[in-house]
């Protein structure tokens, strides 16, 4: 017959689980203690990069783009706020606040146009025009930095990606598989049709024309009726160049 273990023994248990239990914690506390020395380490050094590459972070795109991705793997946002160090020593802030403006303006100027979606390349192209005399050339990762500071506007701006293009939402449409399928088929020529959505998807007439009709109500897409076969074309502004209308599909 077995023998419980005595009280001493209990006693002698509890005391080796909290000796385990206190080295524990001490490792642990060890190493955050290192790695907080390390990242201060690393962000004096991310500091001493910045005062040292300065104007090429302001003035070259690839350069600044590369600049984030370092401080993001420590933790440093240089567009948190328009004040500190940051703001002081690269005026990062104040560059990201001023585009963002401007790709306010531009989403709002052109919704007319394109029902609120705007191809990402199409805005920087616009936006690339407005700021010839700028010294700070700007290219598509900025605009996307610029548009992750609009959230705080709502639910209005967001970066939607259909196959490789990405497209700028600048009003609150909730778009579903559908109308996400539609949009990525019409960027081959700008169009579709009910037949073509039919064909190509494998939808049912109704489920085609629901989410055609859909897309138009919400301002995202426009009829064309005047053609010879007299099937319906929905232009998409947004997935396709103004100058598209005028050169393709003239029968």
């Known amino acids: 017959m077995r023998r419980r273990p005595g009280i001493g023994g209990l ?23 290192l790695m907080k020395e390390q990242l ?9 990069f910045a005062r040292k590459h300065k104007n090429d972070i302001r003035k070259n795109p690839a350069f600044r783009s590369q600049f984030h991705e370092m401080c993001a793997k420590i933790g440093v946002d240089p567009l948190a706020s328009n004040k500190g160090f940051w703001a002081e020593l690269l005026g990062i802030g104040d560059f990201y606040y001023e585009l963002g403006v ?21 805005l920087c ?7 010839k005399g700028a010294r700070e ?18 639910n209005g701006f967001e970066v939607i990606s259909l196959g490789k293009k990405k497209l ?9 598989k559908d109308h ?14 009910v037949d073509e959505v039919e064909r190509r998807m ?24 005047g053609h010879k076969d007299g099937r319906r074309r929905y232009w998409f502004p947004c997935v396709s160049s103004v100058s598209s209308y005028t050169a393709t599909d003239t029968i």
């Open 168 to 176: 700028v939402r600048s009003v609150p449409t909730e778009l579903n």
């Open 202 to 225: 494998s939808w049912s007439s109704g489920r085609a024309t629901d989410a055609l009709e859909t897309l138009l109500e919400e301002g995202l897409a426009m009829i064309d009726d």
């Open 137 to 154: 050339a700007v290219s598509q990762d900025d605009c996307l930095r610029a548009i992750s500071k609009l959230k705080v506007l709502g």
């Open 102 to 122: 401007q790709i306010v303006d531009i989403c709002l100027a052109t919704r007319p146009h394109n029902g609120g979606l705007i191809s990402l390349e199409e």
């Open 11 to 33: 006693q002698n248990a509890v005391a080796a689980r909290d000796q385990y239990r206190l080295l524990g914690e001490n490792v642990a506390k060890l190493r955050t203690d």
């Open 180 to 193: 996400n399928e539609i949009l990525e088929l019409a960027q081959a020529q700008g169009f579709v049709t």
């Open 125 to 131: 192209k616009v936006l690339g025009s407005r700021r």
């Open 40 to 48: 201060a380490t690393f962000r004096s050094q991310l500091e001493d």
